[in-house]
């Protein structure tokens, strides 16, 4: 059993910087290959993947919309995987989530095993 807890959304203005971070309770974190992935969903539409990360960090995959905005990262020693998001937009307001692969990197959320309660982010114009 793998439990996430996502946090440091908020509000922020529009071009400003973001980063949100994924806490694992498993001790396992790093001993199981676990990909982490982050999707997002606005109000009326469906979720969309974001970004994701292999195991060993090595392997790293973002969606075009946030290509060259958004990057993620993970931290083993921490059981943590952090999304920081650069020149944000007010198309960016969404609850984001993370959620562990058991198979890999991703970009399907019937893939994700584990998943988080999400943490909201508003970009104002």
């Known amino acids: 059993q793998v439990q996430l807890v996502e946090s440091g959304g908020g509000l922020v203005q529009a071009g400003g910087s973001l980063r949100l971070s994924c806490a694992a309770s498993?001790?396992?974190?790093?001993?199981?290959?676990?990909?982490l992935g982050w999707f997002r969903q606005a109000p009326g539409k469906e979720r969309e993947f974001v970004a994701a990360?292999?195991?060993?960090?090595?392997?790293?995959y973002q969606s075009d919309s946030v290509k060259g905005r958004f990057a993620i990262s993970r931290d083993n020693a921490k059981n943590t995987v952090y999304l920081q998001m650069n020149s944000l937009k007010p198309e960016d307001t969404a609850v984001y989530y993370c959620?562990?692969?058991?198979?890999?990197?991703?970009?399907?959320?019937?893939?994700?095993?584990?998943w988080g309660q999400g943490t909201q982010v508003t970009v104002s114009s």
């Open positions: 990360i292999s195991w060993s960090g090595v392997t790293r």
């Open positions: 959620a562990v692969s058991l198979g890999g990197i991703r970009t399907r959320q019937y893939e994700y095993s584990y």
């Open positions: 498993t001790r396992t974190f790093s001993n199981i290959a676990l990909a």
